[in-house]
């Protein structure tokens, strides 16, 4: 057997998915779990690719197994485990070796194991991936962070197992340190505000406008292919149309409606406030899934005020336009965070790159993020989506569809966080004159912070303070 090009450490979902990718495209790996039973059921699974799989029960034993200088990617949780994996693995190193996180990463910690390992002269990588176990099994997009040294030696792994679009493979090497964990953490928090999205629209449709799940079904799978074409578009149509084999019910009737979380898209929210910057859709879908949580609170509160059941006055296709904008404006607020974080870290991060790996393989692909590239490689103006003319005529079209479809849900009470932060940033920013003279009026009044004048330079005060 030629020798492994790259060690795996974690043969769960994940890691196990991704070893049996590289198995599958030729290339030789050595693998190791933390439980001897998750490398003997990874060695069933591998069938005929075992014969390019080293497999040793024995953290050591992986390390020897690999050439120098050495790469090897960990798929376990990203917090204590992974400092503990760190602790036994510096002494088993050698300088230039480089060591890969490929979890979902706090890019705080990623920062600071890559100095961490520095201090070795070890090269420490914090490598985002999406898809989840299939797109790991079958073509990922990886947001890849680190130094130009790991990289060579990891660039012809990842590019031969990354999704495809047009042939090109969706990852790339996206800046040093966290850049690569940031853009995965982004990720998902624009991945939060379309799920929350397309739940507000389920809402209507089902309680407004008093479809069936099934036929709501129908619907998303008809968007989805047109400009709505996306992973969550087909995946909703799909699992909006299924029956529970228990019951006979649609299967969303009976699932429980209190959403999971992990914590990506806090963080993306909690980064973005840190940055000064503020991405109320994502902030809303954050807020949607801790309230979904509240079940007793909100059955309650049912009970007492009653929820929506009003009708609302909405033909579906006034939908698919206000969709659209409100997706292109969920991304803006992204790269708005992106951009941000590249500033701050001097990451220079590539919004254009960024949206190319995103348009196969990870969860939020979509078509939309083929405009989006380009209209990042043409420069728009300040840099913002928002600005490019290649989204205009979406815009044009979509936002007066958007206030029709939020001002119905509202009339009516149907909740619309993620839909009504979208055309409140969207109103907010196209103001050329905003209304924050009468904050700083305020501020000026009861703490004497002084305010600049529009016809003058300077700091000065109102005539309340004579
Ligand atoms: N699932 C997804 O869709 C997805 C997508 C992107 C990223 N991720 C990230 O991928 C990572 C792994 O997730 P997963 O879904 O593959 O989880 P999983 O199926 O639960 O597997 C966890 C793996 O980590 C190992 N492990 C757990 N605690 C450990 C410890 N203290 N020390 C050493 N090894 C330990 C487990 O070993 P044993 O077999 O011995 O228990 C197993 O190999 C996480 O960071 C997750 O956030 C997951």
């Known amino acids: 057997m030629t020798s492994p090009q790259i060690g795996i450490y974690g043969l769960g979902t994940m890691g ?6 590289m198995a599958e495209k030729g290339i030789a790996i050595a693998v190791s779990n933390r439980s001897a039973k998750g490398v003997a059921d990874f060695m069933d699974r591998a069938g005929p690719l075992a014969e390019r799989v080293s497999a040793s029960d024995d953290l050591s034993a992986l390390v020897q197994a690999l050439p120098q200088p050495r790469t090897l990617l960990a798929m376990i949780p990203s917090t204590g485990p992974m400092d503990a994996l760190l602790d036994d693995l510096i002494p088993l190193l050698s300088p230039g070796d480089t060591v890969i996180d490929a979890g979902n990463a706090d890019f705080h910690d990623t920062r600071r194991r890559t100095h961490r390992l520095a201090e070795h002269d070890l090269h ?3 490598m985002g991936v999406s898809g989840g176990e299939n797109g790991a099994r079958n073509g990922p997009s990886m947001m890849v962070g680190g130094s130009d040294h790991s990289w060579r030696h990891l660039r012809p792994v990842v590019e031969a197992i990354a999704a495809r679009y047009n042939g090109a493979p969706c990852v790339a090497h996206l800046g040093p340190d966290g850049a690569g964990h940031f853009v995965k953490t982004v990720h998902n928090g624009i991945e939060y505000a379309d799920m929350q999205m397309i739940a507000e629209v389920y809402d209507l449709m089902r309680n407004g406008m008093g479809q069936e799940p099934a036929q709501i079904g129908q619907h998303f799978a008809r968007w989805n292919d047109g400009p709505l074409g996306s992973y969550l578009f087909e995946i909703t ?3 909006l149309q299924a029956a529970d084999p228990k019951t006979g019910k649609p ?29 109320n859709m994502i902030e809303a879908a954050v807020a949607g899934r801790a ?13 007492t005020f009653g ?12 939908l698919e336009p206000a969709l659209l904008a409100a997706r292109v404006l969920e991304y803006a607020q992204g790269f708005r965070i992106l951009a941000a974080a590249s500033t701050e870290y001097d990451w220079q991060l590539d919004p254009g790159t960024i949206a190319r790996i995103w348009r196969a393989g990870c969860i939020i692909r979509a078509k939309t993020l083929d405009d989006i590239a380009q209209a990042f490689d043409d ?23 958007l206030r029709k479809v939020v001002g119905q849900a509202v009339l009516a009470g149907h909740p619309v966080p993620v839909l009504s932060a979208a055309l409140a940033w969207f109103d907010t920013m196209r103001q050329g004159r905003g209304t924050a003279s009468v904050i700083q009026a305020q ?4 703490g004497r912070h002084g305010f600049g004048r529009v016809d003058a330079e300077g700091v000065f005060h109102g005539p309340w303070w004579g």
């Open 16 to 21: 196990a998915a991704l070893a049996l990718n």
């Open 251 to 279: 299967m969303v009737d009976v699932i429980t409606d209190s959403a999971g979380q992990k914590g990506t898209g806090r963080w993306t929210v909690i980064e973005a406030i840190k940055l000064g910057q503020s991405a």
């Open 443 to 446: 501020r000026d009044f009861f």
């Open 379 to 401: 420069g728009p103006p300040h840099g913002e989506l928002l600005l490019s003319s290649r989204f205009s005529e979406v815009l044009d079209r979509g936002i007066p569809a």
């Open 237 to 239: 149509g799909t699992l």
């Open 124 to 126: 420490f990588v914090g």
């Open 307 to 318: 929820a929506a059941r009003n009708p609302i006055d909405l033909d579906a296709a006034r």
């Open 291 to 303: 309230w979904s949580a509240e079940r007793a609170v909100r059955q309650d509160a049912d009970a």
